[in-house]
């Protein structure tokens, strides 16, 4: 079983461009998060997906961060436009929620803005 | 609010010698804990988690954990330590009356010499 797939794996940009991460969950997980993960720190949950629904996006930035999962399959997360703090690992997870409270984690994408 | 705390940056323990790392944490109502590993590169992979039952759970590669609710803390155990432990332990809570949330730890690095 393929496990949860994020790309791009490495990302370098300048400040003030965009730039967009992708997520492909666990086949049948409904749940879906995006953490992001600052050098020597735990992950900070920025959004939650139930299925289609977006059901807490408290932490998100929304002045300069968007997400979606259309279909309630895979996921995107942008930043437009990109700051020099935004530079961090972006983890994606999921979680079938009918089989318990374990998150599958994927590899993430590990942005740089300079 | 609900939070965990591991006040360890780092421990160092030598292999063949037991090994602990700790965490408490904070929720208005029943917690639900989890340990998590990470390896350089790696996405996280659970280990084990406490929901209710028996305070002390066994988890993947030997680790265990044992719950302590009068301390508030979920301390991760393994009786002998092996230098393919190194890595970063995540301990994480979700408060199980609320929202599905889950909060981690800053993170605590295990460094285990041969």
């Known amino acids: 079983e393929a496990g949860v797939v994020q790309s791009p794996r490495y990302k370098i940009i300048e400040k003030k461009q965009p730039v967009a991460f992708w997520c492909n969950p666990i086949?049948?997980?409904?749940?879906l998060y995006w953490y992001r993960q600052n050098l020597g720190q735990g992950p900070e949950l920025l959004i939650r997906?139930?299925?289609?629904?977006?059901?807490?996006d408290s932490q998100l930035p929304k002045d300069r961060f968007s997400a979606e999962r259309l279909k309630g399959v895979d996921s995107t997360l942008k930043i437009q436009p990109a700051e020099l703090g935004d530079s961090a690992v972006y983890l994606c997870?999921?979680?079938?929620?009918?089989?318990?409270?374990?998150?599958?984690f994927g590899s993430g994408t590990q942005l740089s803005v300079l | 609010a609900q939070s965990v705390a591991q006040p360890e940056d780092q421990v160092n323990v030598a292999e063949g010698n037991p090994l602990t790392v700790k965490c408490t944490y904070s929720?208005?109502?029943?917690?639900?804990l989890f340990w998590y590993v990470q390896y350089p590169n790696r996405g996280l992979q659970f280990l084990l988690k406490?929901?209710?039952?028996?305070?002390l759970v066994k988890g993947s590669y030997g680790f265990e954990a044992e719950f302590n609710k009068s301390q508030t803390s979920f301390h991760l155990k393994k009786p002998s330590a092996l230098v393919s432990d190194s890595a970063l332990y995540f301990c994480?809570?979700?408060?199980?009356?609320?929202?599905?949330?889950?909060?981690f730890g800053t993170g605590t690095l295990l460094a285990v010499q041969p």
């Open positions: 997870a999921s979680r079938d929620g009918t089989l318990g409270e374990k998150l599958f």
């Open positions: 086949s049948g997980h409904n749940t």
């Open positions: 997906y139930e299925n289609e629904e977006a059901v807490d």
């Open positions: 929720v208005s109502g029943n917690p639900y």
């Open positions: 406490y929901i209710t039952g028996d305070n």
């Open positions: 994480a809570v979700r408060d199980g009356g609320a929202t599905n949330k889950l909060i």
